[in-house]
């Protein structure tokens, strides 16, 4: 097996880490003795540290380079969820799922990174060592990161994407919750209700090529972000 497809297969499996806790969010609350609200605080402190953590990786990789970075992310990862497995109390575990939501942040925003970089390196080193090589744009300064966020157009654009995260994982994470609460559903059922949003996703994900030649991508957005939230919003009538 490829180091590019252990890499691939570690993303798999934090991105399916990220989405777990949502169909068992019961049965751990009820193993811990803890009710579900409480025990959602792992889901908030897994993504606050998953999405700050990525604030840090990407000028940390400048520096120790790609590979090196997701393979020590990627020890602390395994080693975190073997420990929030083995928690005894609700504060361990969300202290565990906290530190591998830092982990895990690095991962995936590094993957395809890490592909480019070394499909670059392949395509080099096919090049002659005595050929000339051609300029295929212009030469740029560097840009750091803390100066893309000084925009008002990156701020407002991360703005929007904490909030539907907020929105669409907060109140996914509950849904299980909501299921067996409301309606009674087994572990099995829920779990097979929440793999919908799954299915969802990469529905409207193939359909984006033909949408997007007749809408604008602010009409797409627009339309997706209303979609969403009405569907939210059937969930509240019995």
Known sequence: MTPLVLLFALAFLVSVDIRILTPVLLSISSSLGATPGVLGLAMTSYSFAYGTGQLFYGPLSDRMGRM???RAAGLGFSLCTALSALAM???QFIAARFVAGAFAGAVIPLTPCTSATRSRTTNARRIDAGASTRVTGPLTAPVHFWDF???RRAQLTCLAVFLEGFLLW???TYLAAFGTHRHALDQF????LIALLGV???AGGLCMAPVHHRLSENAVAGMGGALMGAAFLLLIPR
Do not use: F
């Open 68 to 70: 090196a970075v997701v």
């Open 89 to 91: 109390t609700t504060w």
């Open 149 to 151: 966020l000084r925009l």
């Open 170 to 172: 907060g109140g996914a």
């Open 189 to 192: 059922t829920v779990g097979l």
């Open 200 to 202: 969802g996703t990469m």
